[in-house]
Structures are given as structure tokens and as C-alpha cells.
């Protein structure tokens, strides 16, 4: 188990006896064990240990928490998923370093580095595949949601430009919720499923990960402008899909690509407009999770897990909520 999780949580574990931290340390043993169980008897398992290291597993935890929380007794079958929804989502920044050609992941060499682009892109799709092979072993209804994550995860942005004009905020925040939201969405979603709850209770709590995973892309931007690089990220964002759209048969949309960038360039106060978003997300997950019916001594913990994913992002940057 040590060989995978880290001295940074397993240190915290011994120092606090708050519930909710105690329940994100146990779960994330629980996590590792079950990884490390699953993956030591492969012959590529040094390649799935460089591509699994040093994780937050923030999205696996979310799995296990909101499933708990819900009462869910399949617990094996959750672990499954909670693991296949961490190999996906590893899979996914092996292919992100390749495309923005990131020379670190998690402060070591990105894969690519490591063993050559080629592979990087052949064993990113060999994990996404063990991924899904899990996933459909749990049923069509699971697999769908996570197909359906993924396809607005990959083309929700790219459509949204194309179909309709936004405005800068509105643009931003879907740019927020599509890069990173909608895979926190399926975690609470599917384990809403596994739980077997009824359709309301789904819907509401795909909504709440959808929530916790923008607030925590919005935690992500905010500590990028506290680098200098979060403007200028979302400056090239926006110059990437333009150059795609014009090199292809969409040239006339190519003046909304502009006139976002021009609105950017001019938005001084994007990281106000940002912690704006952050308390209005978090108020808005505090009312959500107060209209669930949940296991009581989980409606703290489905509160604070928002709060911790930020804190996760910010100590990871080295710095102080203010």
C-alpha cells in the first residue's frame, strides 16, 4: 500500500482525529490498496506506477464519499469504478502533456519525456481502454455516463464557440465546467447509480460534482494568476480554437475568437471575477446538499469536500487561502 500512497497524506493521517479528514485518509488507503491490488501482477506495472504517482485521487474520493453518503452497500463494485475513473483520468494528462507539450507532470518528466511521444500516445489509450473495460463490466448505464463525460470533457467548448456567441464570463465558466466538471459530475453521478437512488437524487448530486469539479478548475486558475500565467492561459486557449477554425471550413465564426480575446486582454479583474464564482459555486453547493437526502454524518463531509479540493490546489501551489 506505501508503495503508493503518499508520506505528505500519510503523515496527516496520524495527526488528526477530525472525521472528515480521517474519512479522506482511510478512503484514499483504500484507493491506493485497491490500485496497487489490481496493478501489481501486470508486466507494464512500472509504466502504471509513473502514470499513477503522486495523484490527489480527488475524483475517486468524491465516488466514495457521495456513495457512502447515499448508502450504497456495493462496495467493491465502487472501488472498481472509483479505480477505472483515476486510470482514465491519469490516461487523459499523458495525452495533455503531448498536445501543450508539457515537459513536467507532477514535478517529474511527463511520460513523453520518459519513453518517446509515440508510446506516451499508444499507452494513454491502453489505460483509457482497461478504464472503460471496467467501467462496462458494471453495466451500460455506467459506462454511458462516463462516455458522456467524456465526450463534453473533449468537444463541449470546442461546439459551444461554434453553435451560439457567449459572453466572456459565460465562456470562461463553460470553458471551467467542460475541462474539468463534467468528470467530477459523472464520479457523483455513477455513484448515485451504484447506489441505486432514484432519479432526483441522481440528478442532484451530478449537479453537486459538477460544482466541485468547476470550483476546483476556477481554485486552479486562481493560483495561475497568482503565477502569471492564468490570463496568458486563457489568452492561448482562445488562440488555439482560432487557429483551428480558421485552417478549417469555419472561417466566418473567426470574429467571435476575436472579439473573446480582445474581451480578455481588456478584463483586468478576471481573478476577482473568478473568487466571485468560487463563493457563489460554494454557496450554491452548501443550499444543493441541504435539499439531499443523505446519511446525516456525511452532510458535513459532502460540504467540506468542495472546500478541501480547493485547499488541495492551494497548498499544492504553496500558498495561503487568504
Known amino acids: 500500500?506505501?508503495?503508493?500512497?503518499?508520506?505528505?497524506?500519510?503523515?496527516?493521517?496520524?495527526?488528526?482525529?477530525?472525521?472528515?479528514?480521517?474519512?479522506?485518509?482511510?478512503?484514499?488507503?483504500?484507493?491506493?490498496?485497491?490500485?496497487?491490488?489490481?496493478?501489481?501482477?501486470?508486466?507494464?506495472?512500472?509504466?502504471?506506477?509513473?502514470?499513477?504517482?503522486?495523484?490527489?485521487?480527488?475524483?475517486?474520493?468524491?465516488?466514495?464519499?457521495?456513495?457512502?453518503?447515499?448508502?450504497?452497500?456495493?462496495?467493491?463494485?465502487?472501488?472498481?469504478?472509483?479505480?477505472?475513473?483515476?486510470?482514465?483520468?491519469?490516461?487523459?494528462?499523458?495525452?495533455?502533456?503531448?498536445?501543450?507539450?508539457?515537459?513536467?507532470?507532477?514535478?517529474?518528466?511527463?511520460?513523453?519525456?520518459?519513453?518517446?511521444?509515440?508510446?506516451?500516445?499508444?499507452?494513454?489509450?491502453?489505460?483509457?481502454?482497461?478504464?472503460?473495460?471496467?467501467?462496462?463490466?458494471?453495466?451500460?448505464?455506467?459506462?454511458?455516463?462516463?462516455?458522456?463525460?467524456?465526450?463534453?470533457?473533449?468537444?463541449?467548448?470546442?461546439?459551444?464557440?461554434?453553435?451560439?456567441?457567449?459572453?466572456?464570463?459565460?465562456?470562461?465558466?463553460?470553458?471551467?465546467?467542460?475541462?474539468?466538471?463534467?468528470?467530477?459530475?459523472?464520479?457523483a453521478e455513477v455513484a448515485s447509480i451504484l447506489a441505486e437512488t432514484d432519479q432526483t437524487t441522481r440528478a442532484s448530486m451530478k449537479r453537486y460534482g459538477l460544482l466541485v469539479g468547476t470550483l476546483y478548475q476556477l481554485a486552479d486558475d486562481c493560483v495561475e494568476i497568482r503565477r502569471g500565467g492564468g490570463l496568458l492561459r486563457v489568452i492561448l486557449k482562445i488562440q488555439q480554437i482560432e487557429d483551428i477554425v480558421r485552417k478549417a471550413y469555419i472561417a466566418l465564426k473567426v470574429g467571435r475568437f476575436r472579439s473573446a480575446m480582445s474581451s480578455i486582454v481588456q478584463l483586468n479583474s478576471l481573478s476577482v471575477f473568478i473568487k466571485e464564482n468560487m463563493t457563489r459555486i460554494l454557496n450554491e453547493i452548501d443550499e444543493l446538499i441541504d435539499s439531499i437526502d443523505v446519511r446525516h454524518e456525511y452532510r458535513d463531509m459532502l460540504k467540506r469536500y468542495p472546500r478541501y479540493c480547493v485547499n488541495e490546489m492551494l497548498e499544492e501551489a504553496k500558498l495561503k487561502r487568504r
Not at 506505501?2 to 472525521?19: E, F, G, H, I, N
Not at 504517482?53 to 472498481?80: I, N, Q, Y
Not at 454511458?144 to 470546442?158: I, Q, T, Y
Open 1 to 187: 500500500m506505501k508503495y503508493w500512497l503518499s508520506d505528505r497524506l500519510q503523515t496527516r493521517a496520524v495527526v488528526t482525529k477530525d472525521p472528515f479528514l480521517e474519512f479522506i485518509s482511510t478512503r484514499r488507503a483504500e484507493i491506493e490498496d485497491w490500485i496497487s491490488r489490481h496493478i501489481t501482477g501486470r508486466e507494464d506495472r512500472a509504466l502504471f506506477h509513473r502514470v499513477l504517482m503522486e495523484g490527489k485521487r480527488l475524483r475517486p474520493l468524491l465516488l466514495l464519499l457521495v456513495f457512502e453518503a447515499l448508502g450504497g452497500t456495493k462496495r467493491e463494485s465502487a472501488l472498481d469504478v472509483a479505480m477505472s475513473l483515476e486510470l482514465a483520468h491519469n490516461a487523459s494528462l499523458i495525452h495533455d502533456d503531448v498536445i501543450d507539450m508539457d515537459l513536467y507532470r507532477r514535478g517529474k518528466p511527463a511520460l513523453w519525456r520518459q519513453v518517446g511521444i509515440g508510446r506516451a500516445v499508444i499507452e494513454g489509450h491502453r489505460i483509457i481502454n482497461l478504464a472503460y473495460k471496467i467501467v462496462l463490466e458494471k453495466g451500460v448505464e455506467v459506462a454511458r455516463v462516463f462516455l458522456d463525460a467524456w465526450d463534453k470533457a473533449s468537444f463541449g467548448v470546442f461546439e459551444e464557440v461554434l453553435t451560439k456567441s457567449s459572453s466572456l464570463n459565460e465562456l470562461y465558466l463553460k470553458i471551467a465546467a467542460e475541462k474539468t466538471g463534467y468528470l467530477f459530475a459523472a464520479a
